[in-house]
Protein backbone atom coordinates (compact mmCIF):
# COMPACT_ATOMS: atom_id res chain seq x y z
CA UNK A 1 0.00 0.00 0.00
CA UNK A 2 0.95 3.35 -1.13
CA UNK A 3 0.55 6.00 1.61
CA UNK A 4 0.50 9.84 -0.20
CA UNK A 5 1.39 12.40 1.58
CA UNK A 6 -1.73 14.26 1.92
CA UNK A 7 -3.09 10.85 3.55
CA UNK A 8 0.01 10.80 5.97
CA UNK A 9 -0.21 14.62 6.78
CA UNK A 10 -4.40 13.96 7.48
CA UNK A 11 -3.05 11.00 9.79
CA UNK A 12 -0.88 13.86 12.18
CA UNK A 13 -3.51 16.00 11.98
CA UNK A 14 -6.00 13.33 13.62
CA UNK A 15 -3.22 12.65 15.98
CA UNK A 16 -2.76 16.00 16.33
CA UNK A 17 -6.58 16.10 17.67
CA UNK A 18 -6.48 12.80 19.68
CA UNK A 19 -4.10 14.17 21.72
CA UNK A 20 -5.50 17.36 22.59
CA UNK A 21 -7.25 18.20 25.43
CA UNK A 22 -10.80 18.53 24.82
CA UNK A 23 -12.38 21.55 23.16
CA UNK A 24 -11.59 23.40 19.71
CA UNK A 25 -8.08 23.24 18.37
CA UNK A 26 -6.84 26.01 15.77
CA UNK A 27 -5.54 24.94 12.19
CA UNK A 28 -2.63 27.54 13.12
CA UNK A 29 -1.78 24.86 16.33
CA UNK A 30 -1.98 21.98 14.55
CA UNK A 31 0.32 23.49 11.33
CA UNK A 32 2.96 24.24 13.54
CA UNK A 33 2.87 21.47 15.99
CA UNK A 34 2.98 18.88 12.59
CA UNK A 35 4.90 21.09 10.31
CA UNK A 36 1.74 20.95 7.55
CA UNK A 37 1.58 23.45 5.06
CA UNK A 38 -1.54 25.47 6.08
CA UNK A 39 -3.18 25.00 2.37
CA UNK A 40 -3.45 21.47 2.89
CA UNK A 41 -4.08 21.56 6.13
CA UNK A 42 -7.06 23.37 5.51
CA UNK A 43 -8.17 21.50 2.49
CA UNK A 44 -8.04 18.22 4.54
CA UNK A 45 -9.51 19.25 7.74
CA UNK A 46 -12.32 20.47 5.45
CA UNK A 47 -12.90 17.18 3.48
CA UNK A 48 -12.65 15.33 7.63
CA UNK A 49 -15.36 17.36 8.36
CA UNK A 50 -17.42 16.81 5.52
CA UNK A 51 -17.15 12.87 6.59
CA UNK A 52 -18.52 13.52 9.90
CA UNK A 53 -15.01 12.86 11.74
CA UNK A 54 -14.81 16.28 12.92
CA UNK A 55 -16.28 19.19 14.33
CA UNK A 56 -15.80 22.76 13.70
CA UNK A 57 -16.07 26.05 15.33
CA UNK A 58 -15.58 29.93 13.82
CA UNK A 59 -14.82 32.62 15.83
CA UNK A 60 -11.17 33.53 17.83
CA UNK A 61 -11.90 30.56 20.01
CA UNK A 62 -13.11 28.68 17.36
CA UNK A 63 -11.19 24.95 15.76
CA UNK A 64 -11.62 21.31 15.22
CA UNK A 65 -11.62 18.43 17.44
CA UNK A 66 -13.11 14.74 16.90
CA UNK A 67 -16.71 14.02 16.60
CA UNK A 68 -15.98 10.40 18.09
CA UNK A 69 -13.75 9.48 21.10
CA UNK A 70 -10.18 8.84 19.72
CA UNK A 71 -10.98 5.14 20.61
CA UNK A 72 -13.68 4.88 18.00
CA UNK A 73 -11.71 6.26 15.24
CA UNK A 74 -9.53 4.13 13.35
CA UNK A 75 -6.80 4.95 10.98
CA UNK A 76 -8.26 2.85 7.95
CA UNK A 77 -11.43 5.65 8.54
CA UNK A 78 -8.77 8.16 7.54
CA UNK A 79 -7.20 6.61 4.93
CA UNK A 80 -10.50 5.85 3.41
CA UNK A 81 -11.55 9.21 3.36
CA UNK A 82 -8.49 10.97 1.75
CA UNK A 83 -8.03 8.36 -0.36
CA UNK A 84 -11.28 6.39 -0.96
CA UNK A 85 -12.24 3.07 -1.25
CA UNK A 86 -9.14 0.71 -1.92
CA UNK A 87 -9.93 -1.12 -5.70
CA UNK A 88 -8.52 -4.99 -6.03
CA UNK A 89 -6.02 -5.05 -8.26
CA UNK A 90 -7.09 -7.59 -11.28
CA UNK A 91 -4.19 -10.11 -11.41
CA UNK A 92 -6.23 -12.25 -13.26
CA UNK A 93 -4.15 -12.35 -16.35
CA UNK A 94 -0.97 -14.28 -14.58
CA UNK A 95 -0.12 -17.06 -16.69
CA UNK A 96 1.05 -20.49 -16.28
CA UNK A 97 2.79 -21.05 -12.73
CA UNK A 98 2.52 -17.76 -11.94
CA UNK A 99 -1.35 -17.42 -11.41
CA UNK A 100 -1.07 -18.08 -7.25
CA UNK A 101 0.56 -14.69 -7.59
CA UNK A 102 -3.01 -13.19 -7.63
CA UNK A 103 -4.15 -14.99 -4.13
CA UNK A 104 -0.93 -13.35 -2.49
CA UNK A 105 -1.43 -9.76 -3.12
CA UNK A 106 -5.16 -10.70 -2.19
CA UNK A 107 -4.13 -11.49 1.00
CA UNK A 108 -1.63 -8.63 1.68
CA UNK A 109 -4.38 -6.42 1.01
CA UNK A 110 -6.73 -8.16 3.80
CA UNK A 111 -4.20 -8.46 6.30
CA UNK A 112 -3.19 -3.95 5.56
CA UNK A 113 -6.84 -3.30 5.77
CA UNK A 114 -6.75 -5.52 8.96
CA UNK A 115 -4.59 -3.74 10.82
CA UNK A 116 -5.14 -0.67 9.83
CA UNK A 117 -8.77 -1.29 11.20
CA UNK A 118 -7.57 -2.46 14.25
CA UNK A 119 -5.08 0.64 14.86
CA UNK A 120 -7.12 3.72 16.62
CA UNK A 121 -6.06 7.12 17.11
CA UNK A 122 -5.83 6.16 20.57
CA UNK A 123 -3.41 3.87 20.35
CA UNK A 124 -0.96 6.54 18.41
CA UNK A 125 -1.82 9.23 20.45
CA UNK A 126 -0.41 7.46 23.66
CA UNK A 127 2.09 5.49 22.10
CA UNK A 128 0.38 1.89 22.79
CA UNK A 129 0.02 -0.26 19.67
CA UNK A 130 -1.61 -2.86 19.84
CA UNK A 131 0.18 -6.36 20.36
CA UNK A 132 0.73 -8.04 17.00
CA UNK A 133 -1.43 -11.50 16.09
CA UNK A 134 1.10 -14.28 16.80
CA UNK A 135 0.31 -16.89 14.02
CA UNK A 136 0.98 -20.17 14.41
CA UNK A 137 4.59 -21.74 13.24
CA UNK A 138 4.49 -24.70 10.60
CA UNK A 139 5.66 -27.84 13.16
CA UNK A 140 9.21 -29.15 11.47
CA UNK A 141 8.67 -32.97 10.79
CA UNK A 142 9.34 -35.46 13.51
CA UNK A 143 12.96 -36.08 14.23
CA UNK A 144 14.57 -32.89 12.70
CA UNK A 145 15.71 -30.43 14.78
CA UNK A 146 14.95 -26.63 15.10
CA UNK A 147 17.18 -24.34 12.23
CA UNK A 148 18.23 -21.79 14.95
CA UNK A 149 20.23 -24.73 17.25
CA UNK A 150 17.15 -24.00 19.70
CA UNK A 151 15.44 -26.45 22.00
CA UNK A 152 13.03 -28.98 20.89
CA UNK A 153 9.48 -27.67 21.32
CA UNK A 154 8.30 -30.24 24.32
CA UNK A 155 10.86 -27.89 26.58
CA UNK A 156 13.75 -30.53 26.49
CA UNK A 157 17.40 -30.01 26.03
CA UNK A 158 19.18 -31.01 23.01
CA UNK A 159 21.08 -33.83 23.66
CA UNK A 160 24.49 -33.42 24.45
CA UNK A 161 27.25 -35.12 21.74
CA UNK A 162 29.84 -35.01 24.61
CA UNK A 163 27.80 -37.38 27.61
CA UNK A 164 26.65 -40.55 26.17
CA UNK A 165 22.94 -41.45 26.79
CA UNK A 166 23.58 -43.96 30.42
CA UNK A 167 24.26 -40.57 31.99
CA UNK A 168 27.46 -41.64 33.17
CA UNK A 169 30.74 -38.84 32.69
CA UNK A 170 32.18 -38.28 29.44
CA UNK A 171 35.50 -40.13 28.84
CA UNK A 172 38.63 -37.61 29.68
CA UNK A 173 40.13 -37.03 26.42
CA UNK A 174 43.14 -35.40 27.59
CA UNK A 175 46.14 -36.78 26.98
CA UNK A 176 47.69 -39.81 28.56
CA UNK A 177 51.27 -40.68 29.34
CA UNK A 178 50.20 -44.43 28.07
CA UNK A 179 48.92 -43.09 24.51
CA UNK A 180 50.93 -43.96 22.22
CA UNK A 181 49.29 -41.98 20.01
CA UNK A 182 49.37 -38.70 21.50
CA UNK A 183 51.62 -36.50 19.48
CA UNK A 184 52.87 -35.16 23.56
CA UNK A 185 54.19 -38.72 23.69
CA UNK A 186 57.75 -38.88 23.21
CA UNK A 187 59.14 -42.17 21.34
CA UNK A 188 60.15 -44.63 24.16
CA UNK A 189 63.19 -46.52 23.56
CA UNK A 190 60.91 -49.73 24.79
CA UNK A 191 58.76 -48.63 21.84
CA UNK A 192 59.54 -51.26 18.91
CA UNK A 193 57.21 -49.20 16.22
CA UNK A 194 59.13 -46.08 17.22
CA UNK A 195 60.49 -44.92 13.75
CA UNK A 196 63.72 -43.61 15.55
CA UNK A 197 64.88 -46.31 17.42
CA UNK A 198 67.15 -48.24 15.32
CA UNK A 199 66.28 -52.17 15.23
CA UNK A 200 68.38 -54.49 16.41
CA UNK A 201 70.08 -57.24 14.80
CA UNK A 202 68.10 -59.48 17.64
CA UNK A 203 64.57 -57.64 16.14
CA UNK A 204 65.48 -58.02 12.58
CA UNK A 205 63.40 -60.93 10.69
CA UNK A 206 65.44 -63.64 9.44
CA UNK A 207 65.07 -63.85 5.72
CA UNK A 208 65.67 -66.82 3.22
CA UNK A 209 69.01 -65.14 2.09
CA UNK A 210 70.12 -63.96 5.48
CA UNK A 211 70.32 -67.81 6.85
CA UNK A 212 72.40 -69.13 3.49
CA UNK A 213 74.33 -66.52 4.31
CA UNK A 214 75.09 -66.84 7.97
CA UNK A 215 75.60 -71.13 6.64
CA UNK A 216 78.47 -70.26 4.74
CA UNK A 217 79.92 -68.18 6.79
CA UNK A 218 80.49 -70.74 9.34
CA UNK A 219 81.72 -73.17 6.75
CA UNK A 220 85.72 -73.79 7.01
CA UNK A 221 87.11 -72.71 3.65
Known sequence: MRISARTQ????????????????????RIAAAQGIPRKFLDN?????????LLHSQRGPD??????????????ADIITVVEGVPEGGDHGGYPGVAR????????????EETLLSEITLAHVAEGTLPPPH??????????????????PEDGSSPPDASSPEDGSSPPDRSPSPLDRSSPLVRSSPLDRSSPSEESSPRDRPTSPSDGAGARLAARPG
Open 9 to 28: YALRAAAELAAAPPGPVPAE
Open 44 to 52: ILLQLRRAG
Open 62 to 75: GGYWLAYPKEQISL
Open 100 to 111: PLADVWSALRDH
Open 134 to 151: DHPRPTPPVGSSPPDGSS
